[in-house]
T-cell receptor, first 116, second 110 residues
Framework: GAVVSQHPSWVICKSGTSVKIECRSL??????MFWYRQFPKQSLMLMAT?????????EQGVEKDKFLINHASLTLSTLTVTSAHPEDSSFYIC????????????FGPGTRLTVL | QKEVEQDPGPLSVPEGAIVSLNCTYS??????FMWYRQYSRKGPELLMY????GNKEDGRFTAQVDKSSKYISLFIRDSQPSDSATYLC??????????FGTGTRLQVTL
């Protein structure tokens, strides 16, 4: 099956610093990638949808200047949390799709971010 | 009111039991219904995918969708300790955006 990787799997950073998370589709080309965040004991919340070569579409309430998304190639999307604060601590999960079709979304293993 | 409601559990059952997991929803535009399994500190893994109403069976797993009641279920037969995980329901209308339930934590005991 399709494999999606994320790097790093966990990161601890100081408040005010920026953190970049990578999402890669390893054995297929992903036209669309999705970024979610998940707080403990809560559901996955979609943050943004990105298509290769174009600007990401952010969900209501998600600050696009704080969560920078780049989808420069068909196998790589990055999420940068800028000027991170403790309230940004969460589990960030990406998914990749062959097309804009939810039955072909493959999820990465997630990145746990802790901001001190 | 949340668009998708799911009992967070935890649900504890003995090995071999039949497990019933459920979600209700309010958005009548949802047409695609999915169940994901998520182990601790891992990404979700797609278990079942159903379009519109009806049943779908895959091995020990059966998914049911009742659109008239806005109610979906996942049944696990002959549950195993390896089934212990959080089960998330997810739904989609035509926007290709998944809306997830909070997940039900299942523990299958020996």
């Amino acid at each position: 099956g399709a494999v999606v990787s994320q790097h790093p799997s966990w990161v601890i950073c100081k408040s005010g610093t920026s953190v970049k998370i990578e999402c890669r589709s390893l054995d297929f080309q992903a036209t669309t990638m999705f970024w979610y965040r998940q707080f403990p004991k809560q559901s996955l919340m979609l943050m943004a949808t990105s298509n290769e070569g174009s600007k990401a579409t952010y969900e209501q309430g998600v600050e696009k200047d704080k969560f920078l998304i780049n989808h420069a190639s068909l196998t790589l999307s990055t999420l940068t949390v800028t000027s991170a604060h403790p309230e940004d601590s969460s589990f960030y999960i990406c998914s990749a799709g062959l097309a804009v079709s939810t039955d072909t979304q493959y999820f990465g293993p997630g990145t746990r971010l802790t901001v001190l | 009111q949340k668009e998708v409601e799911q009992d967070p559990g935890p649900l504890s059952v003995p090995e071999g039991a039949i497990v019933s997991l459920n979600c209700t929803y309010s958005n009548s535009a949802f047409q695609y219904f999915m169940w994901y399994r998520q182990y601790s500190r891992k990404g979700p893994e797609l278990l079942m995918y159903t379009y519109s109403s009806g049943n779908k069976e895959d091995g020990r797993f059966t998914a049911q969708v009742d659109k008239s009641s806005k109610y979906i279920s996942l049944f696990i037969r002959d549950s195993q300790p390896s089934d212990s995980a959080t089960y998330l329901c997810a739904m989609d209308g035509t926007a290709s955006k998944l809306t997830f339930g909070t997940g039900t934590r299942l523990q299958v005991t020996l």
